[in-house]
């Protein structure tokens, strides 16, 4: 009589239908909380049959299936995995390996002389004087100690002469500034010369009315100048 009705309870079993084969073969043990719609174990394992089908309970629903959790998955995801929706079932996507940071730019630096022409040069000459040679051998120096990426050196007059002969008088003492920092090493592409004659005055009108020319030339000291700026990185 006892293995009868244990017939009975296996075919009643049998009446609710089987699950889809599993989608893995190692056993499925379920958390064993809430409504588990398949039979299970003492172990929790789900029971299979013979050719590896989950036995469904009379708990059993799509809703159940894929509630029920075993693991890090629902149940169903090994017994019913065309009922589970295929995204309850897949580990999430691991994010990508973040980028290594890049190193920040190193931006060049730039150091801008004004040199005093009267200090490099007699007045209106383009030759070299030793004090100005010394002003320049410390520049050298210091763009020996970059990566040097670029010399600008612009020549300026004060506005006693023509417009044209301040303009060459500015070239020319650029040039001998270029000439001199060629000599003690720097590259010569590497400096670029500018004449601006008159035209950038330092003093502005602040000396319209200084007379006598003595007192005039003093006055516009301040605009003839030689403007090196050294532009490299550390």
Known sequence: MIKQTKTLMLAAVAALGMAAPAAFAQDVKVD???????????????????????????????????SAMAGQFPVGCACDSDIVPADQCAAPAAAPAAAPAAAPAVRPTA???????????????????????????????????????????????????????????????????????????????????????????????SCDNVRPRAALIDCLQPDRRVEVEVIGTK
């Open 32 to 66: 064993g909380t809430g409504v588990i719609p398949y039979v299970i174990d003492a172990r929790n394992v789900v029971a299979r049959s013979g050719t590896g089908l989950c036995w469904r309970t009379g708990y059993w629903s799509p809703a159940a299936a894929a």
């Open 111 to 205: 150091d801008k002389i004004k040199l005093s022409a009267d200090a490099l040069f007699d007045f209106d000459k383009a030759v070299l004087k030793p004090e100005g040679m010394a002003r320049l051998d410390e520049l050298a120096a210091q763009a020996q100690q970059l990566k040097l990426e670029v010399i600008l050196a612009v020549g300026h007059t004060d506005r006693i002469g023509s417009d044209a002969y301040n303009q060459a008088l500015s070239e020319r003492r650029a040039a001998a500034v270029k000439t001199y920092l060629v000599s003690k090493g720097i590259e010569a592409n590497r400096v670029y010369t500018e004449g601006k004659g008159e035209r950038q005055p330092a003093t502005g009108n």
